[in-house]
C-alpha cells in the first residue's frame, strides 16, 4: 500500500499523494546512523574512538567517544538552535562550549546535537559535505526518488507544509544547522525501501546487518537505541518529529510500515495510528522500550 491523504497544503488545498515528500525531522538520524556504520565498514571510523581524533577542539571536562553520541550517552548539554549559527561546524562548536551537563556524563540523554556532531565527523573523514556523501551513497545507489534536503528546489512542489493542531502553518527555521539530525525530506516509500534494503543485505553484509538489527544488551549494543533507530530484538522503529511534521516506521522481518503526517494534532497522535494499523490490523507485537544498560567505565 502506497496512498497519499489529506492536504500536501492546507492553504493551498494541494492534495497529498505517493509522491508527498515529509520532513522526516529525527528520524534522519537513521541515516545518519547508516552513513557512519558504512564508514566504520570501511575501516575509516572506528565507534570507539575519542571524538578528539576527528574533531581535535572538541575537548570536554571528561573524554567522549564517538559511540557515546550514536548512543545519545554523551551528556552534553541539549542543542538549542540560533541564528548565529549556519552549519554543523559552527553547532558542534557551540555545543562544545556548553560541555557536558552535570550528573548527566554516560547517561541516556536524546540530544539532536548528538548526531549533528556525527555529522560533522563524516565530514571530515569523507572530506565531503554531509549532504552530498549521502546523495552519492545512499540516495542515488538506493533509488531514493522523492528523498531531498531541505533547500533542493527541485523538490519543492512535493514538499509538506506542517501545520498544528489549528492547522497554522509551522514554517520550519535553522535547518541549516540540522544536518545529520533533521532537515531532510523523504516520500514514505523511501524510507520503507531503504529498510527494506538493510534487512535484505543490499546496504551491509549479514554479518553486519544482524546485530544492527536484532541484538540487545550486548557490549556492541548495549541498549534498544542503535545508529538513530530503536530495536528491542523482533520489532524495530525509527521517529522524528519536527515543525508540525511527523514521520514513524515500525518494522520487522514480516512488515514495514511509515506513516507520516504534516497535521500535527499531537506529538504522538501519529505513533497511536500506526501503533493501531500495526498490532490491531498487522497483528505484529509493536516495539517495546526496554530500559537502556549503563556504560561501563572508560
Known amino acids: ?24 525531522g529525527s528520524a534522519q538520524k537513521f541515516a545518519t546512523g547508516l552513513m557512519l556504520k558504512k564508514l566504520e565498514t570501511e575501516g575509516k571510523v572506528n565507534i570507539n574512538d575519542p571524538i578528539t581524533k576527528y574533531l581535535p577542539w572538541f575537548k570536554t571536562s571528561k573524554p567522549l567517544y564517538l559511540k557515546d553520541f550514536m548512543l545519545h550517552r554523551s551528556g552534553l548539554k541539549k542543542y538549542v538552535a540560533t541564528g548565529q549559527v549556519h552549519d554543523i561546524d559552527g553547532a558542534s562548536r557551540w555545543l ?4 557536558i551537563q552535570p550528573g548527566m556524563y554516560h547517561k541516556h540523554m536524546y540530544n539532536d546535537g548528538n548526531y549533528i556532531v556525527l555529522a560533522r ?19 542515488k545507489p538506493y533509488e531514493l526518488e522523492r528523498t531531498a534536503f531541505y533547500n533542493d528546489s527541485t523538490f519543492t512542489p512535493y514538499m509538506a507544509q506542517g501545520y498544528n493542531e489549528m492547522k497554522a502553518f509551522q514554517k520550519p527555521k535553522f535547518l541549516d544547522q540540522y544536518y545529520g539530525a533533521g532537515n531532510l525530506y523523504m516520500a514514505p516509500k523511501d524510507l520503507a525501501r531503504l529498510v527494506i ?25 548495549p541498549g534498544d537505541y542503535r545508529y538513530g533507530f530503536y530495536s528491542d ?27 507520516a503526517t504534516n497535521y500535527q494534532k499531537s506529538r504522538t497522535e501519529n ?11 498487522l497483528h505484529q507485537q509493536p516495539f517495546l522500550f526496554k530500559k537502556a544498560k549503563p556504560l561501563p567505565p572508560q
Open 1 to 24: 500500500l502506497n496512498k497519499g491523504y489529506g492536504f500536501q497544503d492546507f492553504a493551498s488545498g494541494k492534495k497529498s499523494s505517493p509522491n508527498t515528500m515529509y520532513l522526516i
Open 96 to 99: 562544545q562550549k556548553q560541555g
Open 121 to 139: 565527523v563524516i565530514e571530515v573523514v569523507t572530506k565531503e559535505p554531509y549532504a552530498k556523501y549521502f546523495n552519492d551513497n545512499f540516495a
Open 197 to 221: 534494503d538493510l534487512q535484505q543485505y543490499k546496504i551491509f553484509p549479514e554479518k553486519v546487518t544482524n546485530p544492527l538489527l536484532y541484538d540487545v544488551k550486548t557490549n556492541e549494543y
Open 233 to 259: 530484538g523482533p520489532a524495530n522503529r525509527i521517529n522524528g518529529v519536527f515543525f508540525g511534521q511527523t514521520v514513524t516506521s515500525y518494522f520487522n522481518k514480516d512488515y514495514v510500515v511509515v506513516m
Open 271 to 281: 505513533e497511536k495510528l500506526l501503533f493501531h494499523i500495526y498490532k490491531n490490523m
